[in-house]
């Protein structure tokens, strides 16, 4: 496995250029500059098949939608080896999009996006400002498989300082999830 990078709150959010799977939202490639809203964006890397994914979906797509309307940008980036992972190939990420999911769903198929960004799991997310700077690194909340047993509210706290123009108070937490699945 690859020894990830790992940036981290107050670095440069680096930029890619990825296929989209989902055509109903996003152009097809995206990079971080077509993804960017008036407020900045939110990357998450994400797959198909990890239950701590699955088991999030709904809330995902709630934080997606609450993105667009506070002016960010909103994308899942698959990095997992399709090879050995087949339910995070092209066309499962194509049919998984095609079920109603509400934003990009791009393809780092080199891993090179995954490696760049230092991403350890799925689902694992990184807020970055307006500037292009990371804000936040970490979970969506403290219970990714059962949203009956959440205390806390990450990204969405995170979220809500940059969007009020606050510095974000907890900038890192540790994701909680599957490890990216590398290719060997």
């Known amino acids: ?10 670095d440069t959010a680096p930029d890619f250029h990825l296929p989209n799977a989902n055509a109903d939202v996003g152009g097809n490639p995206m990079s971080l500059t077509d993804l960017m809203g008036q407020n900045g964006a ?9 239950p701590y994914v699955v088991g999030s979906e709904p809330r995902i797509e709630a934080m997606a939608e609450r993105a667009r309307s506070e002016g960010l940008g909103f994308a899942g980036i698959n990095s997992n080896d399709p090879v050995n992972y087949q ?4 066309d499962n990420m194509v049919k998984r999009a095609n079920r109603g999911m509400g934003y990009s769903y791009l393809h780092d198929d080199t891993q090179d996006t ?16 307006s500037s ?12 990714p498989r059962d949203p009956s047993h959440t205390t806390s ?22 994701s909680i999830g599957c490890s990216v699945k590398w290719k060997h």
């Open 1 to 10: 496995m690859p020894e990830p990078l790992g940036i981290e709150p107050g």
């Open 42 to 50: 939110v990357v998450v890397f994400t797959c198909n098949h990890c």
């Open 87 to 90: 339910s995070d190939s092209w």
């Open 114 to 129: 995954a490696r760049a960004y230092g991403a350890e799991r799925t689902p694992e997310f990184y807020l970055i400002d």
């Open 132 to 143: 292009g700077s990371v804000v936040y690194r970490g979970r969506l909340d403290d219970s």
């Open 153 to 174: 509210s990450d990204l969405a706290n995170a979220m809500d300082d940059l969007v009020a123009g606050r510095s974000v108070s907890v900038s890192r937490t540790d």
